[in-house]
């Protein structure tokens, strides 16, 4: 357990390293090793206090909430006090989270493009009051007269008309519920030929794709034989043990490729060029953390932003429930014990969970009742892993589906505010359940916005509004323990 503990927390600087470097490098001068240090004092403290008085010394009141507490605070205060002073004219409107930068001429317009620009803009649409140079963005700041839809359309034809695809119009919330246009420059110009790219971004590195699928393959193999109570030297014995990690190496790669897939297929759908799922290997711990894709396009308006990130943690949930209910058949049931906890697998306490508890019940009935846990089988750890994986995923904070999915049902600077509140929530959490701060730290370093679509103002309609709440209550159920009043109901 301690070799897993030194892993884990090896493995999470080295993650955090990059996420502190690629989310505040640009905002701040002040060292990024000094920001990653003060991130990871809480987990190295927790981590060390475990390896030398063990998990059944508890970490003292004091040494859990200071920590905790201040090390947000100081690291938010170093960000700040490293931030350059803006210019005079820097205003708050101005388009967030655009990698690409306009040319360093301060009018990459002329006066007569400019003439045509303005143009672009119908009084009856889009009443344009200026036209400001950002180094990343032409600001185009006005009133809007008619629905967002309409403008956006309008104005995009417009400009595609004037200037054909040099810029990509992006239209933002702003200040004051005044949304304006944005006009950044195309990576994809029309000097490249999009019609041969298409396929060769898609389907980018196949042969790194395949390879990564199939280590992870392997990997997850390796610890699925080894969550049967197969030993290495019995693996070395008989190398043909190795498959009997199947049923959890190929049930959560199946999760896993399903999440991923139903994203992909939705990117798609919105034309918006994707790579094939990149899955992720570790040799120890679970085999593998996880799997991504990349879209090289931008996200053209809320409503895809939406199906993009809804479709992975439903599609994926979908196909964990069957595979829940068929790996706890299989599981047994075991005396709960203080080594009962969210990581034990062999005595898992599923009244931290009030969708696990039902689920158990349901499929157990009387096996399980009071002060009992589960020792679950290789397929139920998998399809477990997948119940933790979409809650995951839902968290409302940044760049995680959930993130996206608030993004697109209430804009990106209430989304912005919820994904603090998920922060500081799930820290808050993790003081009751300590096996949960990992995740909350992982939470805490993760940028809190993500990039804008382009059409960002135009809100969505009720049946997706809906969705999403449904998704967010998934979550809640996932998270929150089963109360007492009903786990008396339940008998457990």
Not at 94 to 105: A, G, I, Y
Not at 266 to 295: E, N, V
Not at 434 to 456: G, H, K, R, S, Y
Request: overall charge neutral; aromatic content about 10%.
């Amino acid at each position: 357990m301690e070799t897993i503990e030194i892993l884990l927390l090896i493995f999470l600087g080295i993650i955090s390293y990059f996420i502190v470097k690629r989310s505040v490098a640009n905002l701040t001068t002040t060292p990024i090793w000094l920001l990653w240090l003060v991130l990871m004092t809480p987990p190295l403290l927790l981590t060390v206090w475990m390896l030398i008085l063990g998990e059944k010394e508890p970490l003292p009141l004091p040494l859990m909430v200071i920590p905790f507490v201040l090390c947000p605070l100081l690291y938010w205060w170093l960000i700040q006090k490293g931030r350059p002073i803006p210019a005079p004219e820097e205003t708050t409107d101005s388009p967030t989270d655009l990698p690409l930068e306009l040319s360093k001429n301060p009018r990459p317009l002329t006066p007569d493009e400019e003439k045509s620009l303005r143009k672009c803009f119908p009084w009856g649409v889009y009443y344009l009051q200026a036209v400001d140079y950002r180094p990343q963005a032409i600001l185009c700041r006005g009133r809007l007269k008619s629905n967002p839809e309409q403008a956006y359309q309008t104005v995009r034809e417009n400009v595609e008309d004037k200037f054909g695809d040099r810029f990509l119009l992006i239209f933002q919330e702003g200040v004051a519920n005044k949304p304006f246009f944005a006009l950044v420059p195309n990576p994809r110009s029309e000097t490249q030929n999009i019609a041969t790219t298409d396929a060769a971004e898609v389907l980018q590195r196949p042969k790194l794709i395949l390879g990564l699928f199939l280590i992870t393959l392997f990997t997850t193999t390796l610890v699925g034989a080894a969550f049967t109570g197969i030993t290495p030297e019995q693996f070395q014995a008989n190398p043909r043990l190795l498959l009997q990690g199947l049923p959890y190496s190929l049930a959560l790669m199946f999760i896993l490729g399903v999440h991923e897939f139903s994203h992909y297929g939705a990117a798609i759908y919105y034309h918006i060029r994707t790579t094939l799922p990149y899955f992720i290997p570790i040799p120890f711990f679970l085999g593998t953390m996880g799997a991504f894709i990349q879209m090289r396009s931008p996200v053209p308006h809320r409503r895809a932003l939406f199906d993009i990130a809804f479709a992975g943690p439903i599609g994926g949930f979908l196909v964990t429930v069957p595979l829940l209910i068929w790996g706890l058949s299989l599981s047994e049931v075991v005396e709960l014990s203080d080594r009962a906890s969210l990581l034990n697998f062999e005595a898992l306490d599923p009244r931290f969970s009030l969708f696990l508890a039902v689920m158990g019940k349901l499929t157990l009935g009387d096996r399980l009742g009071v002060n009992m846990a589960i020792n679950l089988h290789p397929l139920a750890i998998a399809a477990y892993l997948g119940v933790i994986v979409t809650a995951l995923n839902l968290m409302p904070v940044g760049q995680l589906d959930g993130g996206h999915i608030v993004h697109a049902m209430f804009g990106q600077r209430t989304a912005s505010i919820i994904g603090q509140i998920a922060r500081l929530l799930m820290l808050l959490f993790a003081f009751a359940r300590q096996e949960f701060i990992i995740w909350a730290l992982v939470l805490l370093f993760m940028p809190n916005t993500n990039e804008p679509a382009l059409n960002d103002v135009t809100e969505l309609d009720n049946r997706r509004d809906f969705l999403g709440l449904c998704a967010l209550t998934l979550l809640v159920i996932i998270l929150l323990p089963l109360p007492g009043k009903l786990a008396s109901v339940l008998g457990v």
